[in-house]
């Protein structure tokens, strides 16, 4: 299964939110580790995607009061998303060998 | 403006799915984001979330096949019809005298007009909600846009452009409700409403009884067979398309050449379509019993 950049992100951020992860969550544990906003647009079709695909499953949490009284929209990782990550992440670390980066010119 | 935003965030979330909107309202709410932001943030998602049916080649062919060529022909003959309908109505108004049935030829002429005006509307009634319809069959989650691209094509495609024996400058009651306002109600009650409602029924799971349908497309052949010589000089007089007199110099006499006979098949191809699906149902739902 081929996964985008972005896509990875998700599946990483959900795997490591566990039971916890939703909407807003996944958004700022996507932001926190790239520095770059995260639009809910961006946010949402992606995990449509990633849930067409086989990689995630959602389901409608309950509501709460701090979002006014609205529901949660739960993500979490399937087997088949878990490997797809961590496909591409061996990947990245394939191609990444023997590669050191400078962060200046 | 603060309220102006919120009250633009909770009508664009409409346009989302029901549990989505919840959701994405409840996001925005846990992160008490501003109001501008979350303008910025629903205007993204929903463009995000219309251009999705756009991947697919469904909306397209509604476009390319119903939204632009059937509409702007609409538009040329509901302005055509309502001028010339509304100019047989005002004279038969102004001068009527029950000896008009009373002699066999005047009464000929009542009969035609009235057949002319009466097949006209059917037409358009049936041309523009067999068009809704198949937009709302064929492509049914991009049937809110097509529509209104539709609409857009019938009330404006005639744009820049006159129609031969246009009103006067300064132009008095009458002419203005023959040329300005009759076209605008052939527009809204003979094409817009019956799209719309054929777009709403198009759009719901259950097909069409197979009778009626096949007795629905039969009165709309008739009826575009009646009319098929005003919808090209629909064309013809609204500037679309040079005017050809034939070989006695005079416009609309028998022998006026019809380059644009084939618009006819044009206009009739949703309920052609519409024939063709319904049978194919109807032979499923036979062979599924049996």
């Not at chain 2, 919840?22 to 251009?51: F, K, W």
């Not at chain 2, 523009?128 to 064929?138: A, D, I, P, Q």
């Not at chain 2, 300005?180 to 198009?202: I, K, S």
């Not at chain 2, 009826?223 to 007199?245: C, I, K, M, N, W």
Request: hydrophobic share 45%; net charge positive.
């Amino acid at each position: 299964m081929q996964l985008g950049e972005f896509e990875y992100l998700m599946l990483t951020a959900v795997a490591r939110l566990g039971e916890g992860a939703y909407g807003v969550t996944i958004r700022q544990e996507i932001e926190d580790a790239t520095g770059r906003p995260c639009s809910l647009g961006a946010l949402y079709t992606t995990i449509e995607r990633l849930e067409s695909k086989g990689l995630v499953k959602t389901s409608m949490g309950d509501p709460t009061p701090q979002r006014g009284g609205r529901p949660k929209r739960m993500v979490r990782i399937t087997p088949k998303g878990a490997q797809a990550a961590s496909a591409f992440y061996n990947a990245v670390i394939r191609v990444s060998r023997g590669v050191a980066w400078s962060a200046t010119k | 403006m603060t309220r102006i935003a919120w009250w633009m965030v909770e009508s664009l979330s409409r346009l989302l799915d029901g549990d989505e909107r919840e959701v994405v309202r409840g996001d925005l709410a846990e992160c008490g984001t501003n109001p501008a932001q979350a303008l910025c943030e629903m205007i993204g998602l929903v463009i995000r979330r219309q251009a999705v049916p756009w991947c697919d080649w469904r909306p397209w062919f509604m476009l390319t096949s119903v939204v632009i060529p059937i509409g702007l022909l609409l538009s040329y003959a509901t302005r055509s019809w309502g001028v010339t309908s509304g100019a047989d109505i005002s004279i038969y108004w102004r001068f009527w005298d029950f000896s008009y049935l009373a002699v066999p030829g005047w009464r000929r002429d009542v009969i035609a007009v009235a057949v002319r005006i009466g097949s006209g509307c059917l037409a358009l009634v049936g041309w523009s909600w067999t068009c809704g319809f198949v937009l709302g069959r064929v492509s049914r989650r991009t049937v809110g846009l097509t529509v209104l691209m539709f609409a857009v094509a019938v009330f404006f495609g005639t744009m820049g452009t006159v129609i031969a024996g246009q009103p006067p400058e300064n132009p008095s009651l009458q002419y203005h409700v023959v040329f300005v306002v009759l076209p605008r109600f052939f527009r809204t009650f003979l094409v817009l409403l019956p799209a719309a409602w054929g777009a709403y029924r198009g759009s719901k799971a259950s097909s069409l009884p197979l009778g009626p349908t096949v007795l629905g497309v039969m009165v709309l052949a008739s009826a575009t067979f009646l009319v098929s010589h005003g919808l090209e000089r629909s064309l013809v007089f609204g500037g679309l398309v040079p005017p050809d007199p034939g070989p006695d110099g005079f416009l609309v006499s028998a022998d006026d050449p019809r380059p644009l006979w084939f618009l006819s098949l044009v206009m009739m191809w949703p309920a052609v379509y519409i024939l063709a699906e319904t049978s194919r149902e109807r032979g499923t739902r036979r062979a599924s019993r049996a």
